[in-house]
């Protein structure tokens, strides 16, 4: 693609009030003379022609202050900066734009966050993880349309190679391995051999990673359309292990990754990682939640898996709906949905009417047409709903009518009534 069409193009794919904040930060960098550079994925990106609507800059000098000035002067814009890293970020209703100051990064020790010290763009190509990253579009003064590319990332790019910048790379931040896997993933792209050997020999580095910055970077897995097949590759890599020593992936999870979005289109990230979960037993699924710094709710999650997966025996073909609700709804959501693509057949036949239809399913009638009835009020009032719904789910009762033929019966009876 012709460097002169590159400014162009990523103009046509960002949504009219980015375009706007972008050309107001070029006039502003113009008018201080600054430069400004267009940086790291979304020049890769716009290269590769699928211009993503991420919006990465790069400054030599003050991103922050740029960006409150700039902001100032547009409607519905948000300005949110970072001081302590020198990044500020441009938020509209559709679009974010994000501003830093050129840096450069020197890593204290391996796993360690880095310490960070204003520098030049050379420097903070040079701080990035592969050389299709470390490219930038010069947006401002002569040199506007030129791509700087000290590291031949282009010439990878076509090749579809993902190479570190230098030895250390994976030593420095081993966070890098895991995007790696995505990035082969998602672009289609290989690993170059001498990175897949540096790569491997660096791959215990992973331990000295926090669990926070491990979680951070799965979220980024769990937006990928197949997250199983990077997980398969991490596998193979070594990496998982290193994250966690009885962390794998197989395929036969990667199987019920697929069947997870046969029955949800877009699985929310618990239900991942509960499916992630689903071979370990009980103080394994606890140390992974620990690892990874889950939080509550996807420890929880992640711990009923065990749980949740002895309800197989109990959720047979012939299982009354009712009963199937009573087994499933002390559980997050998310470990049935784990059950609902990991679990035997009739187990997850059962699990997904539960998740889809049964558990949204209420009686027609509620309190106040119960106590209309001449229902007691208090716990008789509860049992009677209760016993409703199970008539419900079980198609005992198929109308209004039905509903409150079978209330009158129960009061009748004294609301003998199953809980
Ligand atoms: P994309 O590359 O498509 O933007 P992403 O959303 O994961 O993927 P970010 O995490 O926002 O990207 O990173 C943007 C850029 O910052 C990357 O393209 C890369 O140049 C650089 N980068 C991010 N994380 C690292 C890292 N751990 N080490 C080195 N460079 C990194």
Not at 129 to 157: C, E, H, Y
Not at 324 to 352: H, I, N
Request: proline fraction near 5%.
């Amino acid at each position: 693609m012709a460097k002169a069409n590159l400014i162009d193009n990523l103009n046509r794919a960002l949504p009219a009030a980015a375009r706007k904040a972008l050309a107001a930060i070029v006039q502003d960098a113009q008018g201080e003379a600054l430069a400004i550079y267009l940086v790291g994925g979304s020049v890769r990106d716009l290269l590769l022609n699928r211009p993503t609507l991420d919006v990465d800059l790069t400054l030599e000098g003050d991103a922050p202050a740029l960006a409150r000035r700039v902001a100032i002067g547009l409607e519905d814009v948000r300005c949110i900066v970072h001081s302590a890293f020198g990044t500020a970020t441009l938020k509209g209703a559709n679009f974010r734009i994000d501003v830093a100051t050129a840096r450069v990064e020197t890593y204290e020790r391996p796993g360690a966050l880095p310490s960070v010290h204003p520098g030049s763009l050379q420097d903070d190509l040079f701080r990035r993880d592969f050389t299709v990253n470390a490219m930038a579009l010069a947006l401002t003064g002569d040199q506007r349309g030129a791509i700087t590319d000290p590291f031949d990332g282009k010439s990878d790019l076509e090749a579809g190679l993902l190479r570190i910048l230098h030895d250390a790379s994976f030593r420095d931040d081993a966070t890098r391995i895991l995007r790696a896997s995505r990035y082969e993933s998602r672009l289609s792209f290989r690993l170059e051999s001498k990175t897949v050997r540096r790569l491997r020999r660096d791959v215990a580095y992973l331990k000295a990673i926090s669990g926070p910055r491990i979680r951070e970077e799965l979220a980024r897995l769990w937006r990928e359309p197949q997250p199983e097949r990077i997980l398969l590759r991490l596998n193979e890599l070594g990496a998982l292990q290193a994250i966690l020593p009885m962390l794998s992936f197989d395929g036969s999870q990667a199987e019920a990754f697929g069947k997870l979005r046969e029955i949800h289109t877009t699985p929310s990230r618990t239900a991942y990682l509960a499916l992630l979960a689903w071979d370990l037993p009980q103080p394994e699924a606890t140390a992974l939640a620990a690892r990874l710094a889950l939080n509550k709710r996807e420890t929880e999650a992640v711990r009923a898996v065990t749980e949740v997966r002895t309800l197989e025996r109990d959720l047979s073909a012939e299982v009354r709906p009712s009963r199937a609700v009573e087994l499933l709804s002390p559980f997050p959501s998310a470990a049935v949905w784990a059950l609902a693509a990991a679990g035997q057949e009739s187990a997850r036949v059962q699990a997904s009417r539960y998740l889809h239809r049964w558990r949204y399913l209420q009686p027609s009638l509620d309190g106040h047409a119960l106590l209309a009835l001449g229902a007691p009020p208090g716990p008789q009032l509860g049992q009677l709903l209760r016993r409703l719904k199970a008539a419900k789910l079980d198609g005992e009762v198929r109308s209004r009518r039905d509903e409150e033929r079978l209330a009158r019966e129960l009061l009748r009876a004294g609301t003998r009534t199953r809980t």
